[in-house]
């Protein structure tokens, strides 16, 4: 038997693929590669399977799965709008009482707003019962396309826009949308995914 | 009155039939690559989870096998409604090409 497809590309499989059908199309998807399609093929179906699976939902449950990243987004904004003035001031007592340096601010900042992405893919989640892999996967990746706008607009202004911060960027976008898939489920137990598909 | 098919629906379908009518993902992706017509394997589900939903086509689970790494197959067989989707959906482009000047010279392009 040849060996086993690219780990990490099953793995996405497995995790991403939004149809009921995920686990026989998954053994396809080993059979065809032990019977000798490339690497590269496999990693293809999966980005295929992912998308044409996500877009299917997109055209079955669009309410659903547009209302819930809506909600997930707007309750989220809300809650840090309420909760983020009483954090900061909390976080500037810190600083005055020199407990933490001005530079580590941004990342004493980021410890406080963290659990909102948890919160965001955990609201999602439960609104998108129906298409819940694909309004998670579209909620974090609507994160991601925020973080890359906030950089090419501070892009824009630079060096004017000095307090932002490169290297934190580069390290809170991807850990943003991890929090938002970690919140959503989509990390963590075996998928759950929707009975209608 | 017949609801439409798509392209792809009615390449598995028609691949589906051609197996015997009884065939699960793999050999109906190699059934369409033998006649020249590359389709993803998600495509092809896609397509089928479309055509059942519609009654055009069944679905069982089959056996588990190392060759699969431990994963069960899923068979599908045609419906009889499905049967006379196809067909009707036959008739109607047998009809419409009938006549038609570019068409004529069968297979040949």
């Known amino acids: 038997m040849r060996s086993h497809p690219p780990a990490i590309a099953t793995w996405l499989l497995r995790r991403f693929v939004p149809t009921t059908d995920a686990e026989a199309l998954a053994g396809d998807l080993f059979e065809h590669y032990q019977r000798g399609r490339s690497a590269w093929w496999y990693w293809r179906e999966v980005f295929v399977a992912i998308f044409t699976g996500a877009w299917s939902d997109v055209r079955r449950h669009p309410f659903s799965l547009f209302g819930a990243v809506a909600v997930g987004w707007v309750a989220t904004v809300a809650l840090v709008a309420l909760v983020l003035p009483t954090e900061y001031s909390l976080l500037v007592r810190y600083v005055l009482r020199h407990q933490a340096r001005p530079e580590q601010m941004p990342f004493v900042g980021f410890v406080m707003t963290a659990p909102f992405g948890l919160l965001c893919g955990w609201i999602v989640a439960q609104v998108a019962r129906e298409c819940r892999i694909s309004a998670v996967s579209l909620a974090a990746a609507l994160s991601a396309i925020d973080g890359i706008w906030e950089l090419w607009l501070n892009a824009q202004n630079w060096p004017a826009s000095q307090h932002f911060n490169v290297w934190m960027w580069l390290w809170q976008l991807p850990l943003n949308v991890l929090l938002i898939l970690l919140g959503g489920g989509l990390l963590t137990g075996s998928p759950k995914r929707s009975t209608s598909n | ?109």
């Not at chain 2, 998600?42 to 009654?55: D, F, H, K, N, Q």
């Not at chain 2, 499905?82 to 036959?90: D, F, P, S, Y």
């Open chain 2, 1 to 109: 009155m017949t609801t439409s098919l798509t392209n792809a629906e009615l390449l598995v379908m028609s691949a589906l039939l051609r197996l015997d009518n009884h065939a699960y993902g793999v050999p109906i992706v190699e059934e369409l690559e033998g006649h020249q017509q590359r389709m993803s394997v998600a495509t092809v589900y896609v397509a089928l989870g479309r055509l059942e939903e519609r009654g055009l086509v069944t679905s069982t689970v089959g056996e588990a096998t190392a060759e699969r790494g431990g994963r069960a197959k899923k068979f599908f067989r045609v419906t009889a409604k499905g049967v006379r989707e196809v067909r009707a959906l036959q008739k109607t482009l047998v009809q419409l090409w009938q006549g038609v000047p570019q068409l004529r010279g069968g297979t040949t392009s």
